[in-house]
């Protein structure tokens, strides 16, 4: 290949180098208000009254606007787990849940307004903990949902049961991994626009998945996705918290529409630690049958992730979760039982991994502690068990090409395993671990994906496509296939991408 795999300079990188590439926030129109939401203080409260007179008197004030003011519409990333309002309506879930929000001439005084809102509430009981969560007489976060269990997965391969009476030896581990915000260097931020002749609106938002987005958004404001338009400008980030829909998309949209004025949302990094997204805390109970040798028979799981107060990507994530304890180990037999469980906490969503990281987590803490038991290397206990390329699965994958067992090999003779294993000062080591992810699968907001190539007559390529690149480098990359398929430079190419109203 003369471009595909080259070391090339990136497509924005001169742009972020100086400074000019353009992020949501740099987006400065004619007339701009801001935003800001009012979020709330208690972790679970029945709103009982809203007055809003004092902040829409403020002067500089444009416009105030509560869930009760919007349309009744829940939504959601995953077509059966929509559990979300914009705003709250009746009740908030957890300490930030958007309550309200007001638009105004700066965001001074639009901070100045939210001081001026008077919420009365009525405390409710809250939880904290999923396994006090399932308890009978633990408090209701959502009607409906029996336990606070919102997503429940149960599959099992093989037979478990067979695999442990076969087993030299069974081990049974309990697990904990924590919450973890992405903390993406750039905040969460949005900025909309209202075309009144074409009842259109844009927004400009720091998305991951702009067609996500307008789906939600039109389904929010009762409006055909023809109308409206999501364009993803730079992306500081994402990692998995910019998939959603947020309050600022849509407050953003909202007050654009009925000021006639482009509207801004830019949140501060508490809200993006408190009222975005966080990866799942959740507990795993890990049963393993072994070989003297260190085969592993069977596994039995039993996960309980705190999906926070609302579903987000729960049974994505529950079942990424499930099926990838199969990869990259040979587990003949599995059960996996898994519960995604509302409590009183800021919302669980997509991180890097997916619910993968917490399973793995489990799987190769309890593989080390298996070893030192029955006297195995580590290394050799996970190289005894690793998959290969062409073996029948027991979930039906198919597996075209694995180097997991070279890989183990290599890492191992890298950072010196054997000469450094248990020989260490204290507070050093070293360790290894495995872990595997899928990737090309559909994303649920479109069941396609494709490309428009303009090739000019001095021979210079325009390039629409609905990738998003948040900074992994997928301009660059399409850009390269592009330039090598059609054997043209590749300062030849000019791509345009992740914009609803222009790219497929």
């Known amino acids: 290949f003369n471009v595909v795999g080259q070391r090339l ?57 509560t869930g009760k003011d919007i349309p009744d519409r829940v939504y959601g990333i995953v077509p059966k787990a929509h559990d979300e309002h914009a705003l709250a309506r009746e009740k908030v879930r957890y300490i930030g849940d958007d309550v309200a929000a007001v638009c105004a001439v700066d965001p001074e005084i639009a901070e100045e307004a939210l001081e001026l809102i008077r919420v009365e509430y009525e405390a409710l009981p809250a939880v904290f903990d999923p396994l006090e969560a399932i308890k009978e007489g633990a408090p209701v976060i959502h009607d409906g949902v029996p336990n606070n269990i919102s997503f429940y997965i149960h599959k099992e391969f093989g037979n478990v049961e067979k695999a442990f009476l076969e087993s030299d030896f069974v081990f049974e581990d309990r697990f904990y991994s924590q919450a973890v915000n992405h903390a993406p260097l750039e905040p969460h931020a949005a900025v909309a626009q209202y075309d009144p002749l074409k009842g259109e609106i844009i927004l400009y938002s720091s998305t991951q998945i702009p067609f996500f987005l307008r789906r939600n958004l039109a389904f929010t404001l009762m409006i055909p996705e023809s109308k409206v338009r999501v364009i993803k400008p730079k992306v500081g980030g994402g990692f998995g918290q910019k998939i959603d829909m947020f309050a600022k998309d849509f407050c953003a949209a909202w007050f654009a529409r009925q000021t006639g004025k482009p509207v801004k949302f830019l949140y501060d990094r508490e809200e993006v630690f408190i009222s975005t997204r966080q990866r799942h805390p959740m507990y795993i109970t890990v049963k393993t049958g072994v070989k003297k040798d260190g085969t592993i028979m069977g596994q039995q799981f039993l996960a309980h992730a705190d999906g926070g107060a609302f579903n987000s990507t729960a049974p994505t994530m529950m079942a990424l979760s499930c ?12 059960i996996y039982e898994g519960h995604h469980v509302y409590t009183n906490k800021p919302v669980g969503g997509a991180m890097r991994g997916h619910g993968i990281p917490q399973a793995r987590f489990a799987v190769e803490r309890q593989l080390d502690l298996i070893a030192e038991r029955i006297g195995v290397d580590p290394v050799e206990l996970r190289m005894k068990n690793s998959i290969h390329a062409g073996e029948p699965h027991p979930a039906k994958f198919i ?23 248990g020989k260490l000062p204290l507070g050093r080591g070293v360790g290894l671990a495995g872990a595997s992810f899928p990737s090309g699968v559909s994303n649920l907001s479109h069941i396609s994906s494709g490309s428009v190539v303009q090739m000019g007559q001095d021979g210079a390529v325009n390039v629409l496509s609905g990738a998003a690149d948040i900074g992994q480098g997928a301009e660059t990359v399409i850009s390269q296939i592009v330039a090598e398929v059609l054997g043209v430079p590749l300062e030849d190419i000019r791509i345009t991408a992740a914009d609803t109203g222009l790219t497929p």
């Open 9 to 65: 300079p990136m497509h924005d990188g001169a742009a972020k180098a100086k400074g000019t590439a353009q992020f949501t926030d740099d987006i400065l129109l004619p007339g701009m208000l801001h935003g800001k939401i009012l979020r709330s203080p208690l972790p679970h409260a029945r709103i009982l009254r809203i007055d809003t007179s004092r902040a829409e008197k403020l002067p500089g004030v444009k416009g105030v606007v």
């Open 323 to 334: 099926y990838f304890l199969m990869i990259p180990y040979r587990v003949p037999n599995l």
């Open 399 to 421: 597996i075209n090409s694995c180097g997991f067992y070279d890989s183990l090999k290599l890492a191992a003779e890298a950072i010196g395993w054997k000469e450094k294993r």
